[in-house]
Antibody, heavy 121, light 108 residues
């Protein structure tokens, strides 16, 4: 079955960087768009970024544009999120989510367990 | 950006009751609407996609309806394991993909 396992979360200071990874298995990784979705403590879900199945096209929510970079390595079945210039408001659990297809009309049919990123001085 | 609005924010219900949750989009999203269930400390789980199609393994007591801007999720007979937060999400216009703020089902 589909497995998505995030890693890389932790406590960092404002203005610093952190990289997240998501190891995927149980499906043909190269056929699906992939996404990051976050959830601040006690809050709702917020979509953060997406990358197409080939790794050529990316999209971001406005609040992270220019600071976060989503990428994927299809040879390693791994999704990444590089987060720079982190702010307190980026504090969240970050979920890796599998898109339902490769045409951007994506709902999220599988999710990882999430990794907590805390930005605090 | 399409804004998704869910109502009510919290619903106090008893096991066995029929419940209906609402989700409204600020503009038409056709039938490109999904529902998720999230329990404390867990990742969201897909329940419904394309407004009315149950995801794999989802019990028949969950049903979705609607199109355009008005959508509902109905649980025909609430079970103890259904107490959770429910989110709707549109995938018709991106970026961004947007979620509602959630409806919490709590035990009366």
């Amino acid at each position: 079955q589909v497995q998505l396992v995030e890693s890389g979360g932790g406590v960092v200071q404002p203005g610093t960087s952190l990289g997240l990874s998501c190891a995927a298995s149980g499906f043909t990784f190269t056929k699906y768009d992939m996404h990051w979705v976050r959830q601040a403590p006690g809050k709702g879900l917020e979509w953060v970024a997406a990358v197409d199945y080939a790794g050529r096209t990316t999209y971001y929510v406005d609040s992270v544009k220019g600071r976060f970079t989503i990428s994927r390595d299809n040879s390693k079945n791994t999704l990444y999120l590089q987060m720079n210039s982190l702010r307190a408001e980026d504090t969240s659990v970050y979920f890796c989510a599998k898109g339902s297809g490769n045409d951007w009309y994506d709902y999220f049919d599988s999710w990882g367990q999430g990794t907590l990123v805390t930005v605090s001085s | 950006e399409i804004v998704m609005t869910q109502s009510p924010a919290t619903l106090s219900v008893s096991s066995g009751e029929r419940v209906t949750l609402s989700c409204r989009a600020s503009q038409s999203v056709s039938s490109n609407l999904a529902w998720y269930q999230q329990k404390p400390g867990q990742a969201p789980r897909l329940l419904i996609y394309d407004a009315s199609t149950r995801a794999t393994g989802i019990p028949a007591r969950f049903s979705g309806s609607g199109s355009g801007t008005e959508f509902t999720l109905t649980i025909s007979s609430l079970q103890s394991e259904d107490f959770a937060i429910y989110y709707c999400q549109q995938y018709n216009n991106w970026p961004p993909y947007t979620f509602g703020q959630g409806t919490k089902l709590e035990i009366k």
